[in-house]
């Protein structure tokens, strides 16, 4: 028998929930713990059902486990402020991924086990409690996309908790067996997602509940992903070992192919769902829960009960949303100056719950290559203003400071609301003139002529000063004229999957040989994409309204011949920083390809001489290790528990 000790494994969820007719939302009651018999109930298994959403917090949002899709990859570094647990992800020689709790590398398994017994217990009861299929389905869903996210991250895992294969178990056992990454797609992954497409309702029972839709996201996602599993281009290494070969008979052209059906299927029937108009509305804060969002882990500044944490401080854990702190740096540390001949230093950009803005962390920073080469074309394409904040304006009076103007770069007054620092798109014309050391401004802002903002280039950024996050950034309506609460954790939701993406995933398996479709190929989907990222509506770096439409020029840009490389660019494009990139690079077995090197400046003010940095990414790190607690849980011997490890760690 292949039995498995997790904590908290008995049906368990730290927070259980229930479900209310009358509401169109998901009303959250807590309880400790989810007694097995409580399952045999009506309101047990509609309580576990909910709490299923309500774990996505634990994981989505947390910032170690953001930290380990992100750093390390062409997308980000470690920045000054990053303690081991960011230092290590960056593979660069500042430390070792280990299996002690490493980086945010436990943060799934540690969630994702009692979720999937808490789903086997709602498939088990459902019936004698009179649960419907398409909230039976749900639960499916739930298992399906726990195992994928698991079998992603650490190859073959368990598949019987101590009761059987995908049975709901009620007893704490201590020993367990991996299964094949084979057999965790076959007999859990698949067969869970066609059952829940084909008995989820087209639209939510709920806002933010799973449906149809979604679960073809997740499907053809599972397909794509494992027809790269049984191709292995680049001869990684699996674990447990096994052939790879697929049970039911089928190659990988075979998985390639349904991956771009059934992606298409849902491109074509999209239901409530469908692409925003632009990049701008998709991310901008007071816009959340719109029609592209398919998944997310939900937060809301109303009620501290429904948004999982506390409104007025963010503790950095638990069900905090907190990841986007972690690549914002301390912007507070800027200065502008009471007198113009420089002297009297002064905070200018105070902290403020804003989207621009927020909590600053400084554990995590885009790589210049991203910033120059992802985004080389910052004129039409709007993804990059929609991703980062490049303009930091002074907010002191929203502190109490009632002085009319400081005096910025060049002697020149700034006014509340005007650029204090700017991190410029390209390099200027004119070069800039870098102070000694940390500067007027405080944080190494250099000067160019006429401009009363400090600057930095792309070619300047460093461990401790960057371009922050925007999209996932806070957004509150309760700052009343103040700096708000900007110590909170984020109150809005964190995306987990948008339906854009099945632009993307059908767009790779036609690359990958998929017969496609009339108007659907490659370049097709990719272009629309594209297009919409020519749409703008508005321009954040110069605060103001841009209805323009370069969507023209964007398409016209494509190249002829659409293939992985540029795919993963423009993945990241459209998706930068969000938590996956990790998974899209070790996919497609790009990852020691794409982010080998990197370039960044040091951690000291005012350093702008960008260093090349080397990471060593051995074929074992394609997998995470599995969490030290779980192997020190288990009754099993010391080679029994070498063998349970991933190799490497």
Not at 162 to 172: D, V
Not at 237 to 265: L, M
Request: glycine share 10%; with cysteine.
């Amino acid at each position: 028998m292949k039995q498995v000790h997790i904590k908290t494994i008995i049906g368990t969820a730290l927070l259980a929930l229930f479900l209310v007719a009358c509401s169109d939302i998901l009303d959250e009651q807590p309880r400790s713990i989810l007694e097995p018999g409580f399952f045999k109930t009506e309101q047990g298994v509609n309580g576990g059902l909910t709490s299923l959403y309500a774990h996505l917090r634990y994981i989505y949002g947390n910032a170690y486990y953001y930290n380990s899709g992100v750093t390390g990859t062409d997308e980000a570094t470690y920045a000054q402020s990053a303690d081991a647990n960011f230092k290590v992800m960056d593979v660069s020689g500042q430390g070792n991924i280990t299996s002690s709790a490493t980086g945010g590398t436990n943060t799934l398994w540690d969630n994702a086990f009692p979720a999937i017994n808490t789903a086997s217990g709602i498939i088990e009861n459902a019936t004698e409690v009179g649960l419907t299929a398409s909230l039976i389905a749900e639960a499916r869903f739930f298992r399906a996309f726990e195992y994928f996210q698991l079998v992603q991250t650490y190859g073959g895992v368990p598949l019987d908790m101590g009761a059987g294969e995908l049975k709901f178990n009620t007893s704490p056992v201590r020993i367990s067996v991996r299964n094949t990454v084979p057999e965790v797609y076959t007999k859990a992954i698949f067969p869970d997602l066609l059952t829940a497409v084909n008995d989820l309702p087209d639209v939510g029972r709920l806002t933010g509940t799973v449906t149809k839709t979604v679960a073809r996201l997740f499907l053809s996602k599972a397909y794509l992903t494992y027809a790269w599993w049984l191709e292995n281009p680049n001869s990684i290494p699996t674990y447990p070992d096994c052939a790879r070969t697929d049970p039911d008979g089928h190659n990988a052209q075979w998985y390639f192919q349904q991956a771009y059906d059934v992606a298409t299927t849902a491109i074509d029937n999209p239901g409530t769902y469908g692409l925003m108009p632009t990049f701008y509305e998709l991310h901008v804060g007071g816009n959340e829960r719109n029609k592209e969002m398919l998944l997310y882990a939900d937060h809301t500044q109303t009620s501290e009960k429904y948004n999982g944490a506390s409104l007025t401080y963010g503790s950095g854990g638990g069900a905090d949303n907190f990841a986007a702190w972690m690549m914002t740096w301390n912007y507070t540390e800027i200065r502008s100056a009471k007198n113009a001949d420089g002297t009297g230093s002064s905070s200018s950009v105070l902290r403020e719950a804003c989207q621009d803005l927020g909590r600053p962390w400084t554990r995590m920073a885009p790589t210049i290559d991203a910033i120059v080469n992802t985004f080389a074309n910052k004129t039409d394409d709007s993804r990059y203003d929609g991703t980062f904040t490049v303009v930091y304006r002074g907010n002191w009076p929203k502190g109490g400071d009632q002085t009319a103007f400081y005096y910025g770069a060049n002697g020149l007054p700034v006014y509340p609301g005007d650029p204090i620092l700017t991190f410029l798109p390209d390099e200027p014309a004119t070069p800039i003139t870098y102070p000694a050391g940390a500067g007027p401004s405080n944080v190494g802002g250099g000067i160019l002529p006429g401009r009363a903002d400090y600057v930095i280039s792309p070619s300047g950024i460093s461990r401790v000063t960057y371009p922050g996050t925007w999209k996932m950034s806070t957004y509150r309506t309760d700052n009343a004229g103040g700096l708000g609460q900007p110590n909170a954790s984020i109150c809005r939701p964190f995306n987990i999957a948008k339906f854009s993406e099945f632009y993307f995933i059908a767009a790779e398996a036609a690359v990958k040989g998929a017969t496609t479709t009339a108007g659907k190929s490659a370049k097709d989907l990719i272009n629309i994409i594209r297009a919409r990222a020519g749409m703008w509506k508005f321009d954040r770096a110069q605060n103001a309204a841009k209805v323009e439409d370069h969507s023209t020029a964007l398409i016209a840009a494509t190249p002829a011949t659409i293939d992985i490389d540029y795919i993963l660019v423009e993945r990241s494009r459209e998706y930068y920083g969000e938590g996956f990139r990790w998974f899209d690079l070790v996919r497609t077995q790009k990852w020691d390809e794409v982010a080998a090197t990197y370039r960044i400046a040091s951690s000291v003010k005012g350093d702008h001489n960008a260093q090349t940095i080397t990471r060593t990414i051995q074929h074992y790190h394609y997998l995470r290790p599995i969490p030290q607690g779980q192997l020190d849980g288990m009754e099993m011997t010391a080679d029994e528990k070498a063998a349970f490890q991933n190799p490497g760690y």
